[in-house]
């Protein structure tokens, strides 16, 4: 009776830390859309982190915390120095986030996912090319597809593609052009995406890459 009656204590307590915790996920998230400078996403991936941490078994704040040091990250590219322990920890938060995500039942779930650790492994090439180029970039393009084979019109997954199209060098195998159709197949799907806690970002990045390629 004992035992049973702390089992149900514990299930309560998870019940009640999974509900308080989703408003200020969605809250998180709202701010997330918005953000644009290295300061926002250090700051959002402390409060992700910190719900990460709190909820234990709920894999969007670990997916969300790897998303906001990706973009850092991406910010940084240029400072190749200042990007390994954003690079580092959005590696362990993507995996840990891996570690909760059921890949028979969860395959969107994952496909999401495998596009953020596509991301983060490209941070690493950006790093220093040269040194980490090969290894990194292979990585990056190997959960990448992963990600289309589990999702394959995922609209963030197309936008990473045609990033990566995009700043390819056309000998290897890079392409303005089909970067700029992948970028628009992403924006038009996303005009009918929904702003709650769920994957759902991408019309920024895709603008700006359209932006970039007139």
Same mark, same amino acid.
């Given at each position: 009776?004992?035992?049973?009656?702390?089992?149900?204590?514990?299930?309560? $307590?998870? *019940?009640?830390?999974?509900?308080?915790?989703? +408003?200020?996920?969605?809250?998180?998230? &709202? =701010?997330?859309?918005?953000?644009?400078?290295?300061?926002?996403?250090?700051? %959002?991936?402390?409060?992700?982190?910190?719900?990460?941490?709190?909820?234990?078994?709920?894999? $969007?704040?670990?997916?969300?915390?790897?998303? *906001?040091? !990706?973009?850092?990250?991406?910010?940084?590219?240029?400072?190749?120095? =200042?990007?390994?322990?954003?690079?580092?920890?959005?590696?362990? #938060?993507? %995996?840990?986030?891996?570690?909760?995500?059921?890949?028979?039942?969860?395959?969107?779930?994952?496909?999401? $996912?495998?596009?953020?650790? &596509?991301?983060?492994? =490209?941070?690493k090439v950006f790093i220093n090319p040269m040194t980490y180029g090969r290894k990194y970039? %292979?990585?990056? #393009?190997?959960?990448?597809?992963?990600?289309?084979?589990? &999702?394959?019109?995922? +609209? =963030?997954?197309?936008?990473?593609?045609?990033?990566?199209?995009?700043?390819? +060098?056309?000998?290897?195998?890079?392409?303005?052009?089909?970067?700029?159709?992948?970028?628009?197949?992403?924006?038009?799907? $996303?005009?009918? !995406?929904?702003?709650?806690?769920? +994957?759902?970002?991408?019309?920024?990045?895709?603008?700006? %890459?359209?932006?970039?390629?007139?």
């Amino acid at each position: 009776m004992k035992k049973t009656m702390i089992s149900m204590l514990v299930l309560l $307590l998870i *019940c009640y830390s999974t509900f308080a915790q989703t +408003p200020a996920l969605q809250q998180a998230v &709202s =701010r997330l859309d918005k953000a644009t400078t290295v300061k926002d996403y250090e700051s %959002l991936e402390k409060e992700f982190s910190a719900m990460a941490a709190a909820a234990g078994k709920d894999w $969007l704040p670990y997916y969300y915390a790897a998303f *906001c040091n !990706a973009k850092i990250g991406f910010l940084y590219q240029e400072d190749g120095e =200042r990007i390994e322990p954003y690079s580092k920890q959005g590696e362990e #938060q993507a %995996l840990k986030a891996q570690s909760l995500l059921d890949s028979a039942t969860q395959k969107n779930e994952l496909s999401e $996912l495998y596009t953020v650790m &596509s991301m983060v492994y =490209r941070t690493k090439v950006f790093i220093n090319p040269m040194t980490y180029g090969r290894k990194y970039g %292979l990585l990056s #393009q190997h959960f990448l597809d992963l990600a289309k084979g589990l &999702s394959p019109h995922n +609209p =963030r997954v197309l936008y990473v593609e045609a990033w990566v199209k995009y700043y390819t +060098p056309k000998m290897w195998g890079g392409d303005k052009d089909l970067a700029k159709q992948l970028a628009n197949e992403s924006l038009a799907q $996303l005009q009918q !995406a929904s702003d709650d806690i769920h +994957p759902h970002w991408g019309k920024t990045e895709d603008m700006t %890459l359209l932006n970039q390629s007139k």
